[in-house]
């Protein structure tokens, strides 16, 4: 199992960025797919996740409102939308992926890929 994220860069406070992690060698569509980042010094941190359909999400009240995860089953990619961005947003954002249908926001993950660098400067 692979999953390669990118996207990640250097934003200006109030901007957006747009996450993508490609996944392999599992049947995609039956995983729950999270988002997790990791500041310097700090532990990891669940950020959203989305359920196999993609009917339903679950994010960290810290980015409620302004992130948004999507995945296209299709192209067996998940998204990460961020907008508003906040110089505490800035992090390694991870994705990970989980067998079953629940939506956790621990990091009782079973796939983790590489992270992807986002910083916010003000």
């Known amino acids: 199992v692979q999953l390669q994220a990118s996207g990640g860069g250097l934003v200006q406070v109030g901007g957006s960025l747009r996450l993508s992690c490609a996944a392999s060698?599992?049947?995609?569509?039956?995983?729950?797919m999270g988002w997790f980042r990791q500041a310097p010094g700090k532990e990891r941190e669940f950020v959203g996740a989305?359920?196999?359909?993609?009917?339903?999400?679950l994010y960290a009240d810290s980015v409620k409102g302004r992130f948004t995860i999507s995945r296209d089953n299709a192209k067996n990619l998940v998204y990460l939308q961020m907008n508003s961005l906040k110089p505490e947003d800035t992090a390694a954002y991870y994705c990970a992926a989980r067998a079953g249908a629940a939506l956790l926001a621990s990091t009782r993950y079973d796939y983790w890929g590489q992270g992807t660098q986002v910083t916010v400067s003000s």
């Open positions: 989305i359920s196999w359909s993609g009917s339903s999400t």
């Open positions: 060698g599992l049947t995609f569509s039956r995983y729950v």
